[in-house]
């Protein structure tokens, strides 16, 4: 909820100097069309419910404005602290610090600022009492305010309804009744417009009317308002957002008539004006319809007198200035802290092997003379079951993650930390669960290493941020000497298992990958200035753990950097390798496979879908253009187990996949032959070197080996 919070009032933040520039913008263009104000206002709803588009390198208004975060002790971050690297000290940033070395050619990093920057420090203040209680106050006011208006805004919507109910229908979209006194526009599928008993006899006025209020349903007007409303509500704390509603709905209003009025004369105006002074009323506060007479009748007569449509290069300019504005505040670009960030990152990618210069200590840690306490994403024992830790923690700040047999899996202050409650007592560790992406772990319980003992998995997504995404593996544990400790997995150890697989070979024919000494995959054609920049293909930005039956997988999708793409670009390329757990925190890679992302992807999505009875959709989406697959019979569902198909066969554009299945109740395995064509698809320019998820299209019937 934390999490939720600093995201609304970072876009509330922005959104204020937004409107601080639109009413400027009104000012300046008072007589001209308000097309272009209603855009903005629609921006303006956008910029304060959605999060912000990243942009990368390219700097943007929003990418300016200081953070307003409060963190989980409640204190206020970014501009409020006094260290530059305060506003990265949430899970986002903290998450990168499983891509920095240790050392690095420039040298060891010690002590300095960038170091800080990755491991969070400097900027966390302490968690406390007083201070976590200040971050609850705000959030109770905040729900408390938000519930309040919900409930005004809920009453006057069952208000409207009630008005309505004895409505009777005089043509397609028109219902009349004599509980209401000007017309107006209800939002619904479809909406319908509401007109007072009476006025269907006023045949000159009902035409204006009911165009208006049909212009409101083309241009979506009633439904908008009703997204104004929820932005309102998730805002109420923000004067200027209170202001924005009230002046949209005016210039919703303003541009209403403008299109209802294109092209008519002045006496047709006058006319129209006429109706509006006839059914004037006041503001309809927070009903969802839209009324014909509100909205400051006296200016928008004016407007519909003196309205001057601009010429079409104005109008060009005015449009691409707001195409400009939107973007600027729609999207974030890194800041200065996040860029050093990435360009750590990218030179660490860029490293086949990490530097092993460093002495351990018995524990299996690293260990350097002159250095602070390493990040939890370096270490491979994170906690150990120290007896004083249990009575320190709150129990009221301990959430249930997950729970299994023998184990339970806490979340301690909305996920900062972690517990496991193992059959001898409480594991703590200083370890995120969740992030602002709030995906929630999983966990399964099971003897891994053989050792007579049941361990518990568990499997966290908080790394993650520019051009990355990492799933991080951890295993509580009883060593040999009786004692508790919650292993995980580093980097370290399987990126130097996954590059010793792979090699990047440049050719005639593009760059290709060389998996265990042999071309695997298409050529893929890359940029001549990327390959002067040493374009490569590096394991360790998209890792993906997840579990199968009984049974722990990593998936690597191989990512192709240069010197001057720091992002990386998405290459198709796949390792996937099975892990076993050979007890008190090692591991055994059994297998690594190669595997082409857009095969993958087909089969997971396609085949269960097919072997479930799905035949139509799968027929519509999922198979070569000529290909039809018949039923395949009785619908079950399964579980796919491996996918295998020879590497050095998918640069010709087809091969057979062989896809280890277990049906639902049974406890045999089945095997699947799923013919494979790669075609050509909207997304490609020039070539299959051109890495496509969806490519590959199944090519023939499906046929089950038992």
């Excluded at 200035?321 to 890194?334: H, P, Q, R």
């Excluded at 079951?385 to 301990?398: C, F, I, T, W, Y």
Aim: net charge negative; charged share 25%; glycine share 8%.
């Amino acid at each position: 909820m934390i999490l939720f919070f600093n995201q609304l009032l970072q876009n509330s933040l922005t959104a204020v100097i937004l409107i601080l520039a639109i009413l400027l913008f009104r000012k300046l263009t008072g007589d001209l069309s308000k097309l272009y104000v209603h855009i903005l206002w629609i921006i303006t709803m956008l910029v304060l419910v959605l999060p912000p588009i990243p942009s990368g390198p390219l700097q943007t208004a929003r990418s300016l404005l200081p953070k307003t975060e409060f963190g989980a002790s409640g204190k206020q971050s970014g501009a409020a602290q006094e260290t530059e690297t305060g506003i990265l000290a949430g899970a986002e940033i903290q998450n990168i610090s499983a891509e920095m070395p240790k050392n690095s050619e420039s040298g060891t990093l010690g002590a300095a600022p960038e170091e800080r920057l990755y491991r969070g420090e400097g900027s966390q203040a302490p968690s406390g009492l007083f201070n976590l209680s200040i971050a609850e106050i705000f959030l109770a006011l905040w729900g408390l305010g938000a519930i309040t208006l919900a409930i005004i805004m809920l009453t006057e919507w069952l208000r409207l309804k009630k008005k309505v109910k004895s409505a009777v229908r005089i043509r397609r979209d028109v219902w009349s009744t004599a509980q209401i006194s000007t017309p107006f526009v209800m939002p619904g599928l479809p909406s319908r417009i509401y007109i007072p008993q009476g006025l269907d006899k006023e045949a000159d006025q009902l035409e204006d009317i009911l165009k208006h209020e049909r212009r409101h349903i083309r241009n979506r007007d009633p439904w908008i308002k009703c997204f104004t409303a929820l932005v309102l509500l998730l805002h109420w704390f923000n004067p200027f957002v209170w202001l924005a509603y009230r002046l949209m709905n005016r210039d919703m209003e303003m541009y209403c008539d403008e299109c209802v009025l294109r092209g008519k004369g002045i006496e047709e105006k006058k006319h129209y004006a006429q109706t509006l002074l006839n059914y004037a009323c006041k503001s309809s506060g927070f009903s969802p319809a839209v009324y014909f007479g509100e909205s400051n009748t006296k200016k928008r007569i004016w407007h519909i007198l003196n309205t001057k449509r601009p010429r079409a290069a104005v109008s060009l300019f005015l449009l691409l200035m707001i195409s400009g504005c939107g973007m600027s505040f729609l999207a974030a670009g890194e800041t200065e802290p996040e860029k050093a960030v990435a360009d750590m990152t990218k030179d660490v990618l860029l490293t086949e092997t990490l530097s092993d210069t460093d002495t351990a200590d018995g524990n299996g840690n690293h260990a350097e003379s002159g250095e602070e306490e390493k990040h939890w994403s370096e270490k491979r024992i994170v906690s150990s079951d120290r007896k004083d830790v249990e009575s320190g923690l709150d129990k009221n700040e301990m959430n249930i993650m997950g729970e299994t047999e023998h184990f339970t899996l806490y979340g301690i202050r909305e996920g900062e930390e972690m517990a496991v409650q193992t059959p001898d007592g409480l594991v703590y560790a200083e370890v995120p669960l969740i992030s602002n992406y709030e995906v929630e772990p999983q966990i399964m319980e099971q003897d891994f290493d053989g050792d007579g003992r049941e361990e518990l998995a568990v499997i966290t997504y908080v790394l993650h941020g520019t051009g990355m995404s990492i799933r991080s593996l951890f295993m509580a544990d009883k060593d040999a000497a009786g004692t508790w400790n919650i292993y995980h997995l580093p980097e370290e150890d399987y990126i130097q298992e996954l590059t010793s697989h792979f090699t990047t070979q440049y050719t005639e024919e593009g760059v290709k990958l060389i998996f265990n000494g042999a071309p695997a995959g298409a050529a893929e054609q890359v940029e001549q200035e990327q390959l002067d920049n040493e374009y490569a293909y590096y394991a360790g930005s998209q890792i993906n753990f997840r579990f199968t039956e009984e049974k722990i997988y990593l998936r690597a999708d191989l990512v192709g950097y240069s010197n001057i793409n720091q992002a990386g670009s998405y290459t198709g390329h796949q390792l996937e390798a099975n892990l076993y757990y050979l007890g008190e925190g090692k591991w055994q890679f059994l297998t690594v496979n190669y595997a082409d992302a857009g095969i993958t992807e087909l089969i997971e999505y396609a085949v269960p879908q097919y072997i479930a009875g799905n035949t139509s959709e799968v027929n519509e989406r999922y198979t070569a253009p000529g290909t039809q697959l018949s039923d395949f019979g009785e619908p079950q569902e399964i579980t796919i187990l491996s996918i295998i198909y020879p590497p050095e066969e998918l640069a010709g554009g087809e091969t057979e996949a062989y896809v280890t299945i277990r049906r639902a109740g049974e406890d045999a395995l089945d095997y699947l032959h799923v013919p494979l064509k790669r075609v050509r698809t909207e997304n490609e320019e020039s070539g299959w070197g051109i890495a496509d998820r969806f490519g590959w299209r199944i090519a023939g019937e499906i046929y089950m080996e038992r």
